[in-house]
């Protein structure tokens, strides 16, 4: 998923309940990464790029959206892709 808007110390993120986000989750920021070509000429998949954060899932509203705070590092853009941690 990803971030879409900031507000303060809070970041909306397009994910929620519906995808199986809880409060307390952590998620990693990461760099948009790269895509892999298929030998088809196709997408074989995708790498994420280097991790730059953490966010914390901090609450869930609406169907699938949630607020997540800056646990460390870098803020991510709308273009970062968001990973649960591991």
């Known amino acids: 998923t990803r971030a879409f808007r900031r507000e303060g110390d809070e ?11 809880k409060p307390g989750m952590l998620l990693s920021i990461h760099n948009p990464g790269r895509t892999v070509p298929a030998p088809t000429g196709g997408i074989a998949g995708w790498i994420p790029g280097a991790k730059k954060g953490v966010l914390k899932i901090t609450a869930l509203f609406g169907s699938d959206y949630a ?16 990973l649960l941690s591991e």
């Open 67 to 82: 607020i997540a705070e800056l646990l460390e590092g870098e803020a991510p853009s709308t273009a970062d892709p968001l």
């Open 11 to 21: 970041f909306f993120i397009a994910a929620g309940e519906r995808s199986g986000l």
